[in-house]
C-alpha cells in the first residue's frame, strides 16, 4: 500500500509520534539529513495560492538534498487547456517520487491518490482538510508547550470554513484531557461532522462568543483567519471580517504559559502589536513546519507504512451533495461512501447523507 497522506485521523499515535521525533532530530542536527532524499523528485502541483505550505515543501526537500518540479499556477499547465486531475496525477506520477498537491476543491487529495503510483500528500483540499498544517502545529505545540495532552485549546475566527482547524480538532481530540473552547459567529462554527467527532472522542467542548471571555481559561489560542475565497458573496464576507482581533488589550488577559498559533495568512485577525510577545509563537510555527514536512517527506520515500482503515467503502451511484466535492467536477471518481449508523459519509469530503 502507498502511504499517501490525506487525512492525519489515519496515522497511529505511533506514526505521529515518529513523526514528531524526526522533526525534532532533524531540527538538532540538519547536516546529518542534507542528503537523505539525494536523486529523488518532490512535485509541488499547487491549484490554490500558498507561500508557507508550498515554500516550506520545497525548502524540506531541497534541505534533504532532492529536487522540486511542480507548478504555483495550473493555468501554466495543461489544466488550462482541461486536462483533467487524473491524467495530471497519472502524467507526474511517473517524473516525480512525491507529490504535494493543494487544490480549491473538497476530497481532491484522495481522488488524486486514487490515480497516482507515488504517494500523494494533501497540503490542503478546499475547506476539507489541511494534515501538513496539523502535523506543524502538533509539532510546534510539543515544543513549545511541551505536551499534547491536558491541554484547553481555544480556536478562534472562521471555524467552519477553517481546514486547519479541523484537522487539528481530529489530531488533538485523540489526546486525553484536550478541552476545545471554540470561538466564532453563529454563521463561522465548526462543521455538524467535527462536533460529532469531538463527542465520539469523550472530548469536552464549549462555545463562547468572544475572545475576552476566552483568554483566561486558555493554554492554547489558535487564532484563524476569515476566509474570504470561501464566502459566497463579499457581502457575507464582510459581515464576519473584523469581528475577531487578538490585540494587546485581550492578550493581556492571557496565562504568562499561553502560546498563540495562526496557520498563517493573517489579515487582520492578530494586531501586529502583539508580535514581538513570546507568547505569539506563529512566526516560529511556519519555521517548525518545514522541520515537520522534512521529517514527512523522508518517512513517506523510506515507504513507512502508515495504516487506512476508515471502513467498508460501497458505492452509491447518486453521489455526494456536497458541490464542493471533487467527485461534481471529475465526475469519473466512483462515488465511494461508508456507511455509519443511517448516514453515508462521503469517502473523498467526509460530507454526511442521511440514509
Ligand atoms: N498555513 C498555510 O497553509 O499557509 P499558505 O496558504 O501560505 O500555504
Known sequence: MLNHIIDLELLSFSDLQEIIQLAGKIMKNPKKYSEACKGKILATLFYEPSTRTQMSFQTAMLRLGGSVIGFDDPMNSSVAKGESLKDTIKIMSGYADIIAMRHPLEGSAKGASLYSSVPVINAGDGGHLHPTQTLTDV????????RLNHLNIGLCGDLKNGRTVHSLIKTMSHFEGNKFILISTPELGVP???????DEQGCE?????????????LDVLYMTRIQRERFASEEEYLAQKGVFVLDAQKLSLGKESLKVLHPLPRVDEIDVEVDDDPRCVY?????????ARMALILLTLEGAKYSYAKGKVIID?????????????????????RKKGNVLICE????????
Open 283 to 291: 512566526f516560529k510555527q511556519a519555521v517548525y513546519g518545514m522541520y
Open 139 to 146: 509539532v510546534t505545540l510539543h515544543n513549545e508547550k511541551g
Open 317 to 337: 451511484e447518486t453521489g455526494c451533495p456536497n458541490p464542493k466535492c471533487i467527485t461534481h467536477t471529475e465526475g469519473y471518481m466512483p462515488k465511494e461512501f
Open 192 to 198: 455538524k461532522y467535527i462536533k460529532d467527532i469531538m
Open 205 to 217: 467542548y464549549v462555545e463562547i462568543p468572544t475572545l475576552q471571555e476566552a483568554m483566561p481559561l
Open 348 to 355: 473523498y469530503c467526509d460530507f454526511q447523507k442521511e440514509l
